[in-house]
């Protein structure tokens, strides 16, 4: 199956600064690349995900790239905000598969 | 439109003991899944149900056994609780029909304690 390794495990930054949150995955058939964010005791929650054939995409500050021949993505959020903080989940999915592979997450505590 | 709800929100059991977790939703997704989430290890699949009437293993399935009663619900049982299964366990679903959407809804969670 697939492999997802996140990194770092933890990450702080000062507000209005920019985070990054680098993800590998071992499987070229993956295909499918989403970003969740977890705020503590809550639920994941989708924030960006990309396809195998864009290699970047937008959403206000959070933008995400891939890699396909290094097998890596990137999540970056611009002008951090306190309620940045949580954690962050990457995942891949191979293609034709409904499953998601989970990283390890990232803790981003965003200081005011 | 309530999304994917899970109950109980918190359990207690002892070694041994037996209890279902009961997952819905109300999204007409074809797809349903079972996840525990442990400090540092992310989240990980335990079985999930690609469609109505099909239920496959995941990463980590052992002392687990699920069912996919009907399109809306997917149950999670653990026939002999360890303290191993001491966990945060999470339900999600995604998948419209001919949508091909990948993205996973998750319910609030189950927080279960073996003791």
């Known amino acids: 199956g697939e492999n997802v390794e996140q990194h770092p495990s933890t990450l702080s930054v000062q507000e209005g600064d920019s985070a990054v949150i680098k993800c590998t995955y071992s499987?070229?058939?993956?295909?499918?690349f989403p970003w969740y964010k977890q705020e503590l005791g809550k639920r994941p929650q989708l924030i960006i995900d990309?396809?195998?054939?864009?290699g970047e995409k937008k959403d206000q500050r959070i933008a995400v790239t891939l890699n396909k021949t290094a097998k890596h993505f990137s999540l970056h959020i611009t002008e951090t905000q306190p309620e940045d903080s949580a954690v962050y989940f990457c995942a891949a999915s191979i293609r034709g598969a409904n499953n998601l592979f989970f990283g390890t997450g990232t803790r981003l505590t965003v200081i005011p | 439109n309530a999304g994917v709800t899970q109950t109980p929100k918190f359990q207690v059991l002892k070694t041994g003991q037996s209890m279902t977790l009961q997952c819905a939703q109300d999204m007409n997704h074809n797809s349903m899944y079972w996840y525990r989430q442990d400090p540092g290890m992310g989240l990980r699949l335990i079985y999930y149900?690609?469609?109505?009437?099909?239920?496959d293993k995941g990463e980590v399935p052992n002392g687990y056994n699920v069912s996919r009663l009907n399109k809306r619900e997917f149950s999670l049982r653990l026939e002999s609780a360890a303290p191993s299964q001491t966990s945060v366990y999470f339900c999600a679903s995604s998948g419209l029909p001919g949508q091909g959407s990948n993205e996973q809804f998750f319910g609030p969670g189950t927080r279960l304690t073996v003791l």
């Open positions: 149900s690609a469609s109505e009437g099909t239920t």
């Open positions: 990309i396809r195998s054939n864009v």
């Open positions: 499987d070229s058939a993956s295909n499918y």
